[in-house]
């Protein structure tokens, strides 16, 4: 709601005289160059004043709640005035609105209740670019690797990074994480596994969702309303996974000769999955080797050759319902492919959940983390990793390189054995 100055006693006292002139408020209205809404609420603030009266306009600072005839003449109540224009206080959203009405159903009052939770779009902005200061790539055009070869692809997962998660070691079996070992532990393990893998014609830089723990500055999932356990500022995380979303696909840039992004949203990062991918189309708008694909959809398809690949988070459908999915919606890719794959994450854990004799390899993904107190107290077991897969256009899955996190619980070393 924009605020507008107040309008002054002698403009309310014109709008009735033009209308008193003129007869008609839609004459009126376009003899002073306004609507006709707005010219009503001139009319209602001069009401309001005392100016559609015979008698003396309301003190200043008042107005005029009730006019009574009385048999000693006129009775004329006047009130403090109401306070400025309502604005949403910033950094708040409505979150209801409860309303006193009278015996006719006019309104009398209204109580508008804000929450926390809605940030400035322009703030979170501003701490990408904070976050990007002393960050040394550029989003130049890089030279491609010479010997890429255009016959192979090579996937990078990068699911459940959870960025913004807290962990205290005592209470989660041995592991501290925060803000600034995510960012220096997932770093080194992308870059070390990006380096092993083979030099391939397309690298898909594959965000399986969930890049943020949190999605809001309330530090809770938004369907279920669970506490979450963060460390820093919503802002600042949203630099952080920003910047190491922009260092892996560098990396790629520097290892594969084309480069494709995409990030696909999860159950913790609904919204700033979003914000992320548009902060990469912009960041990477003049590199000719990179592609951000920003499509909504919660699936990701694509076809190579013999190949065909596809991946969603997990939330909303269960990997081993995939296949069919894959088939109902993609059924030229199908027809045309012997190796399909769907890569499936939310789980934190590895699994296989079909074999090729049912027509798809389901695979989901371990992530790179350790777990947080919720998980921990909860009983889950899953080990950590970081891989890239390469596939050929003829023979399907030709390798794959498997960076090793350190299990939860066997101490606070360096997460990856090679870093």
């Known amino acids: 709601m924009a605020w507008s100055p107040p309008v002054s006693d002698e403009d309310l006292q014109q709008a009735v ?28 603030a001069a009401a309001l004043r005392g100016f559609l009266l015979d008698e003396k306009p309301a003190m200043p600072g008042f107005r005029i709640s009730q006019v009574t005839d009385t048999p000693n003449g006129k009775f004329i109540q006047q009130k403090p005035e109401h306070g400025e224009a309502f604005e949403v206080p910033a950094g708040h959203v409505i979150k209801g609105v409860s309303a006193l009405v009278n015996s006719d159903g006019e309104e009398v009052l209204k109580w508008i209740k804000t929450k926390e939770g809605q940030l400035d779009p322009l703030a979170i902005a501003e701490s990408l670019k904070d976050a990007f200061k002393d960050y040394k790539g550029s989003a130049r055009p890089a030279r491609a690797p ?32 925060d803000l600034k070992i995510a960012e220096e532990t997932i770093g080194q393990s992308v870059e070390d596994t990006v380096a092993r893998s083979p030099s391939s014609g397309e690298c898909v830089v594959l965000g399986g969702g969930d890049l943020l723990h949190a999605d809001n500055s309330e530090n809770k999932t938004s369907k279920s309303g669970n506490v979450l356990q963060v460390d820093g500022r919503y802002q600042k995380v949203v630099g952080v996974a920003a910047k190491l979303m922009v260092r892996t696909a560098d990396a790629a840039l520097r290892r594969h000769d084309h480069v494709t992004l995409r990030i696909l949203p999860g159950n913790h990062d609904e919204h700033s999955a979003v914000a992320v991918a548009y902060f990469l189309l912009a960041w990477y708008r003049n590199e000719p080797r990179v592609t951000v694909d920003v499509d909504p959809s919660l699936f990701w398809w694509r076809r190579f050759g013999l190949v065909m690949l596809g991946a969603t988070h997990g939330h909303t459908v269960k990997i081993a319902q995939m296949p069919a999915i894959m088939a109902a919606r993609r059924p030229e890719d199908w027809g045309a492919t012997k190796f399909r794959y769907v890569h499936g994450f939310h789980l934190h854990h590895a699994a296989k959940i079909a074999t090729e004799g049912n027509g798809v390899i389901c695979e989901v993904h371990q992530a790179p983390i350790p777990q947080d107190a919720w998980h921990h107290n909860s009983g889950f077991l899953s080990g950590r990793s970081l891989q890239a897969i390469t596939y050929h256009k003829l023979y399907g899955e030709i390798g794959r390189v498997r960076t090793a996190m350190l299990d939860a619980g066997l101490g606070s070393e360096p997460a990856s054995i090679l870093a």
Request: aromatic share 6%.
């Open 146 to 177: 010479q010997a890429a070869s255009a016959d192979i692809l090579t996937v990078l997962p990068c699911n459940d990074w959870h960025i913004g998660m807290f962990a205290w070691g005592k209470e989660v079996g041995g592991e501290n994480w």
């Open 17 to 44: 005289q033009v209308v008193k002139a003129l007869g008609s408020q839609v004459a009126a209205a376009a003899h002073l160059g306004m609507s006709r809404g707005g010219l009503q609420s001139r009319l209602r």
